[in-house]
């Protein structure tokens, strides 16, 4: 059993609160670990090492700071295979998934390498007469990142390059379910040369988050869980003064139309839906084939493929998918399958008595497949966040546009089509962040920004992209001039430039 405590000022720190949680394999469902969770003392101690630790690295140039990223990327190519397999055991994904969790959160550390010119100000010559005026980005100070169990790789990266490319030094607070590999992260990052303290790691539960809340000395939070929390955390951090960015869950909606190839449309769906065990904010949860042709003809196709769905342990890579993270994950996914046959829905394909053999006390699930699912069920409207999809048929384009416009979540969508009209009309009238065409999980690169809309977001800014490095730093803008371009004599009215 592997003791999992907090990683301050570059060293493993053991857990004082006296407060623990198991942390389970997924696909035994072993304890594998004890993890200690933080009390309010032991938040505030990370936060004043993290304080001290803070001014010398501001003042340290950006190019100096990104060449810990390109060792940082170094030491990630000679851990992937490890860090691959340590996901998978702590996570439940297969060790293929796990390393596209790992290399996309390398894409956002090396966008962050190019600090030195996202950092840069603005300059204006002559603003007015001898008048120069000029912006510069400042790091905010101790900034920190609360992170959900589905990416323990990449949403970790994600929140601290660019944070502390920016001159920030970082606190990140994982998930209580898969604290393994954040941990990791941060050892590396000091073996790459990061001065102690710029990046430290709190493991807990709600109160480490309060704790980081309600901190006078954090300045910005950024959060990735479920909506409910994420709601939760944006106004209480705010309510501080906090600049706070939250990325909540989802529904993403995957629209069907006639022309669509279908064959390129059911693998899109079956692995964009049942992938990682269908717990992504990216999957896709809802088909919505347009008119009754295009929806039997799915319905063809599909069943035999969800029907057909390879479930194994992690470390088999040629499963489709491997188990959910907790006993508790799945059985609210199956109480959720439960909640769709009471209501009307026609469970297609019932995936709740799956048993993965040898591996009995796994938490695994068989695909489900509801057809004839509508918008007032609950199992339309909620997350579900396992491998179960819904297909909800639709008449016309339009309501197929309505039905994505209309749910409360907006993170991600897709529409299968040849119809390069239909596609931009759909990609220009739909109330989501992230839009896929003929894409079925179209998470943007890293030089671009990843959010979603309505409840899947929360604050202004997206993650990662030119807007991380808005998010972490502040903007100051200096207008000067020298004494021979000072006239003589008070003015009195606001100033222009002449
Ligand atoms: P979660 O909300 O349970 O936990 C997220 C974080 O919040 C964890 O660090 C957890 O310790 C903390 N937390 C949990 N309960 C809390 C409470 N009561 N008060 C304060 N903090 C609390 O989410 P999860 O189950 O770990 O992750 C899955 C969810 O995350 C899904 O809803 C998924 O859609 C969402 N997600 C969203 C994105 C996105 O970018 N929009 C990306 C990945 C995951």
């Given at each position: ?12 720190v ?6 623990f ?9 072993e304890v594998i670990s004890k ?5 309010k003392a ?13 001014p010398a690295w ?10 810990v ?5 170094q ?8 860090l ?5 055991r702590?996570?439940?994904k ?13 894409e ?7 600090a030195?010119?996202?950092?840069k100000?603005?300059f ?19 900034v920190?990142?609360?992170?959900p ?8 990266m ?9 001159g ?5 607070k994982?998930?209580e379910?898969a604290?393994g ?5 941060a ?14 790691v709190?493991?807990g539960d ?9 901190d006078?000395?954090?300045k ?14 944006y ?14 869950g ?9 022309d669509?190839?279908?064959n390129?449309?059911?693998d899109a ?18 088909a919505v084939?347009?008119?009754?042709g295009?929806a039997d ?8 493929r ?20 907790t ?8 109480s ?8 009307g829905a ?25 057809d ?9 409207k ?18 197929a546009?309505k039905?994505?416009?209309?749910h ?5 969508v ?7 009209d239909a ?6 009238k739909?109330?989501v ?15 671009y920004t ?9 604050g202004?800014?997206n993650?990662h992209?030119?807007?991380s ?11 000067a001039r ?5 006239k003589?004599?008070?003015?009195f ?6």
């Open positions: 059993m592997k003791d999992v405590s907090h990683f301050i000022g570059g060293k493993h053991k857990g004082t609160s006296g407060r949680a198991d942390g389970y394999q997924p696909m035994t469902g993890i200690a969770l933080a009390s032991e938040v505030r101690a990370a936060v004043e090492n993290s304080m001290a630790a803070q501001a003042a340290t140039n950006p190019q100096r700071r990104a060449r990223f390109m060792k940082f990327l030491l990630m190519e000679r851990e992937n295979e490890a691959a397999e340590l996901l998978a702590e996570h439940g297969t060790i293929p998934d796990a390393k596209g969790d790992i290399l996309r959160g390398i956002v550390v090396e966008f962050a390498l190019g030195p010119h996202l950092l100000g603005e204006t010559d002559g603003a007015g007469p001898g008048i120069d005026m000029y912006s510069m980005r400042q790091p905010l100070g101790v920190a990142g609360i992170t169990f589905n990416f323990p790789a990449m949403i970790p994600w929140k601290f390059a660019p944070a502390i490319a920016c920030n030094a970082f606190i990140l994982p998930s379910r604290p590999v954040p941990m990791r992260l050892e590396l990052m000091i073996e790459a040369g990061l001065p102690a303290g710029i990046l430290n709190v493991n709600k109160e480490s988050v309060d704790a980081l809340l309600d006078p000395d954090i910005a939070i950024g959060f990735v869980g479920s909506t409910s929390i994420a709601e939760y955390v106004s209480r951090g705010t309510a501080t003064g906090k600049r706070v960015q939250c990325f909540g989802a529904k993403n909606h995957m629209v069907i139309m006639p669509a190839d279908m390129q449309a059911v769906l079956i692995g964009a839906g049942c992938g990682s065990a269908g717990e992504r904010c990216m999957a896709i949860s809802v084939p347009v008119g009754k295009t003809a799915l319905m063809q196709k599909l069943i035999p969800v029907e057909a769905l390879k479930i194994g342990p992690s470390t088999d890579v040629s499963a489709d998918y491997g188990p959910l993270v006993k508790e994950a799945l059985e609210r996914v199956k959720y399958v439960d909640i769709g046959v009471k209501e026609n469970l297609v394909v019932d995936g709740r008595g799956f048993k993965m053999q040898g591996y009995e006390k796994g938490f695994y699930l068989g695909g489900c497949l509801f004839n699912v509508t918008k007032d069920m609950r199992i339309y909620e997350e579900i966040f396992g491998p179960v999809l819904s297909v909800l048929r639709a008449n016309t384009y339009g309501e546009l039905l994505c416009n209309d409360e979540y907006g993170n991600g897709a529409i299968y089509t040849r119809d390069g596609a931009r009309d759909f990609a220009s739909v109330q962040g992230m839009i896929g065409v003929n894409v079925p999980i179209p998470v943007p690169l890293a030089y990843f959010g979603g809309w309505k409840r899947s977001g929360f202004d800014l993650q992209g030119p807007d490095f808005r998010f972490y730093t502040k903007t100051k803008t200096i207008t020298w004494p021979s371009g000072v003589e004599g008070a003015e009215s606001i100033p222009t430039m002449g």
